[in-house]
């Protein structure tokens, strides 16, 4: 029964590769996610890191404003893999200048929960896909979104953001954060209200010392 559902999935996959053939978030091209070259000319931050948040890009890079487009909202998972790639090549090294003792025993990254609507409506949570492909072990059993709240994207105003996202984790496994320390991971950062509120939560619980890494700086 699972072999014939593989199978099928195997199918169906080649077959809406066929119809809708991939192409590149930045050039275009086809049968790649993101070519080479895109990812390489992504813009490099204005700010590489300020209060423990790493980013690997500006949001206003096209390509990368692009790929986060189709990562979120056209369920576009291909992308997953270059993209934590470069997260990967531009904030782990400026990571381990501050802190040489970066390794899986030291630290651990949890993403950015999705509340339980949003990952059914979604399927896929895209900062826990990224996190899985980082050299450092993932834990997304720990913290949990709690709290359905209109996207931050939809909310200009940071003191509303702030007020918005307050109270919507929750910490469970607390065990699990025992003598760890924690480096969040999401896709972007805009006001700073979301990975703040994280951090409290995470901080809360006796996680040790809390950092950040997104995607992209907004």
């Known amino acids: 029964m699972l072999k014939d559902y593989k199978i099928f999935k195997d199918f169906f996959r080649a077959l809406l590769e066929f119809i809708f053939p991939q192409k590149c978030a930045g050039c275009g091209i086809e049968k790649v996610a993101l070519c080479l070259a895109c ?59 501050t802190y040489p003792d970066l390794n899986a025993e030291n630290f651990i990254t949890i993403p950015i929960p999705l509340s339980a609507g949003k990952l059914r409506e979604r399927g896929f949570n895209q900062a826990a896909e990224m996190a899985k492909l980082l050299p450092l072990p993932t834990n997304n059993k720990i913290l949990f979104k709690i709290k359905e709240t209109p996207s931050q994207v939809s909310v200009k105003d940071r003191n509303k953001r702030l007020k918005n996202i307050e109270g919507s984790f929750m910490v469970k496994n607390v065990d699990a954060l025992k003598g760890k320390n924690i480096i969040i991971i999401d896709d972007v950062l805009t006001t700073g209200a979301t990975i703040k509120e994280a951090k409290k939560a995470l901080k809360a619980a006796s996680a040790r010392k809390v950092l950040a890494i997104v995607l992209a700086r907004g």
């Open 39 to 97: 990812l390489k000319s992504i813009e490099m931050p204005d700010v590489a890191e300020a209060n423990g948040i790493y980013a690997a890009s500006n949001y206003r890079d096209r390509t990368v404003k692009n790929a986060i487009r189709l990562l979120k909202y056209k369920k576009g998972r291909c992308l997953v893999k270059p993209l934590a790639e470069l997260i990967k090549e531009r904030c782990l090294p400026k990571i381990m200048e």
